[in-house]
């Protein structure tokens, strides 16, 4: 059946900015906007602010190709009920706020709401690196850890909306206090501050991940045993998940691996299959994701759009 041609506003909510971007149903990015957020920012100012930008955006193509509606990429655990957001530690204004029902008033359109890790790993799977996998399991590392499991198509959800909080999951025991309230996590051990602090310990005089990354990529060698700790710590958390989650393939994505490339991928790699049980091991391939900083909001878009499709 021919379809006409539609688009989606996919939003992503940063712990900055948050992201804007007409969206169309072959993940192409047709117009973007930005609006800052951070933590001084009420939820129902963000959501002005999002509704003028929305506004903006829409403007030249109202005689144009439909906005069927709006997907929103948002840190934290999707609330049960779809209504919002919980657990948002770096956005709390947003946490348990009715975000679904207020933008929708706002713009005028239907709005679906997602976790951010969610969308980038829906995002991938339709329009990135897939190579044909049924369960794709994308991995951002920056900041923090976050991760998400697509299963033919779908969003799975096995905890809290999703895959719960992969990066917090414990593989030291009595390990370095992290800031979730646990101690051991895996962002306190593979995520970038980790790797910061590791290369800091070894006498690398760097002040922070970018320039970690320059001395890496430059061949440094403390600087590259760093990453590969780093590495080494999230192979094996990326092991223990796959003994539950069983996926295909893994996409590595985030800040670090886009400034790191092979450097983080391979020793991840070599890690994971160190840890991991043999039947499993040779039915996972390892990629990289493709759609960088625009994952999310594609993502989200897709959210919006798969409802048409189905
Ligand atoms: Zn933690």
């Known amino acids: 059946m021919h379809r006409s041609p539609s688009f989606a506003l996919g939003i ?6 948050a992201k804007l971007a007409l969206v169309t149903s072959a993940g192409q990015i047709v117009a973007r906007a930005q609006v800052p957020t951070g933590r001084k ?47 948002v530690s770096n956005l709390p204004t947003l946490d348990g706020f009715p975000l679904r029902e207020r933008l929708a008033a706002a713009l005028g359109l239907p709005v679906i709401i997602d976790n951010d890790a969610n969308a980038a790993a829906l995002a991938e799977y339709r329009f990135g690196d897939r190579q044909g996998a049924r369960r794709l399991h994308l991995v ?17 959800r096995v905890s809290w909306g999703g895959l719960g909080d992969s990066g917090h999951v414990v593989v030291q025991r009595d390990g370095r206090p992290c800031a979730c309230g646990g101690t051991g ?16 310990a070894a006498g690398v005089g760097v002040e922070d991940f970018r320039a970690l990354a320059a001395a890496a990529r430059a061949g440094e060698p403390l ?8 590495a080494g710590w999230l192979g094996m ?26 450097l983080l991928l391979e020793p991840v790699r070599a890690s994971f299959a160190r840890h991991c049980q043999p039947f499993l091991r040779v039915r996972v391939t390892f990629g990289r994701a493709r759609l960088g900083n625009d994952a999310g909001v594609i993502g989200a878009a897709a959210l919006q759009l798969m409802q048409r499709e189905a």
């Open 12 to 17: 992503d909510i940063g712990g900055t900015t």
């Open 41 to 87: 920012l009420g939820a129902e100012d963000l959501v002005a602010d999002l509704a003028t930008a929305t506004g903006r955006l829409l403007v030249p193509i109202t005689s144009g190709p439909t906005v069927v509606g709006v997907g929103v990429a948002a840190p934290g655990f999707r609330a049960p009920d779809g209504s919002g957001v919980v657990n």
């Open 140 to 156: 951002t590392v920056g900041t923090g850890i976050g991760s998400g499991l697509i299963v033919d198509g779908e969003v799975l």
């Open 185 to 200: 996590c895996l962002e306190t051990l593979a995520a970038v501050p980790a790797m910061v602090r590791a290369a800091q």
């Open 223 to 230: 600087a590259l045993a760093a990453i590969r700790e780093a």
């Open 237 to 262: 958390g990326l092991a223990a998940l796959t003994h539950v989650l069983g996926p295909e393939r893994i996409l590595l994505g985030g800040g670090a691996t886009d400034a790191l490339g092979d």
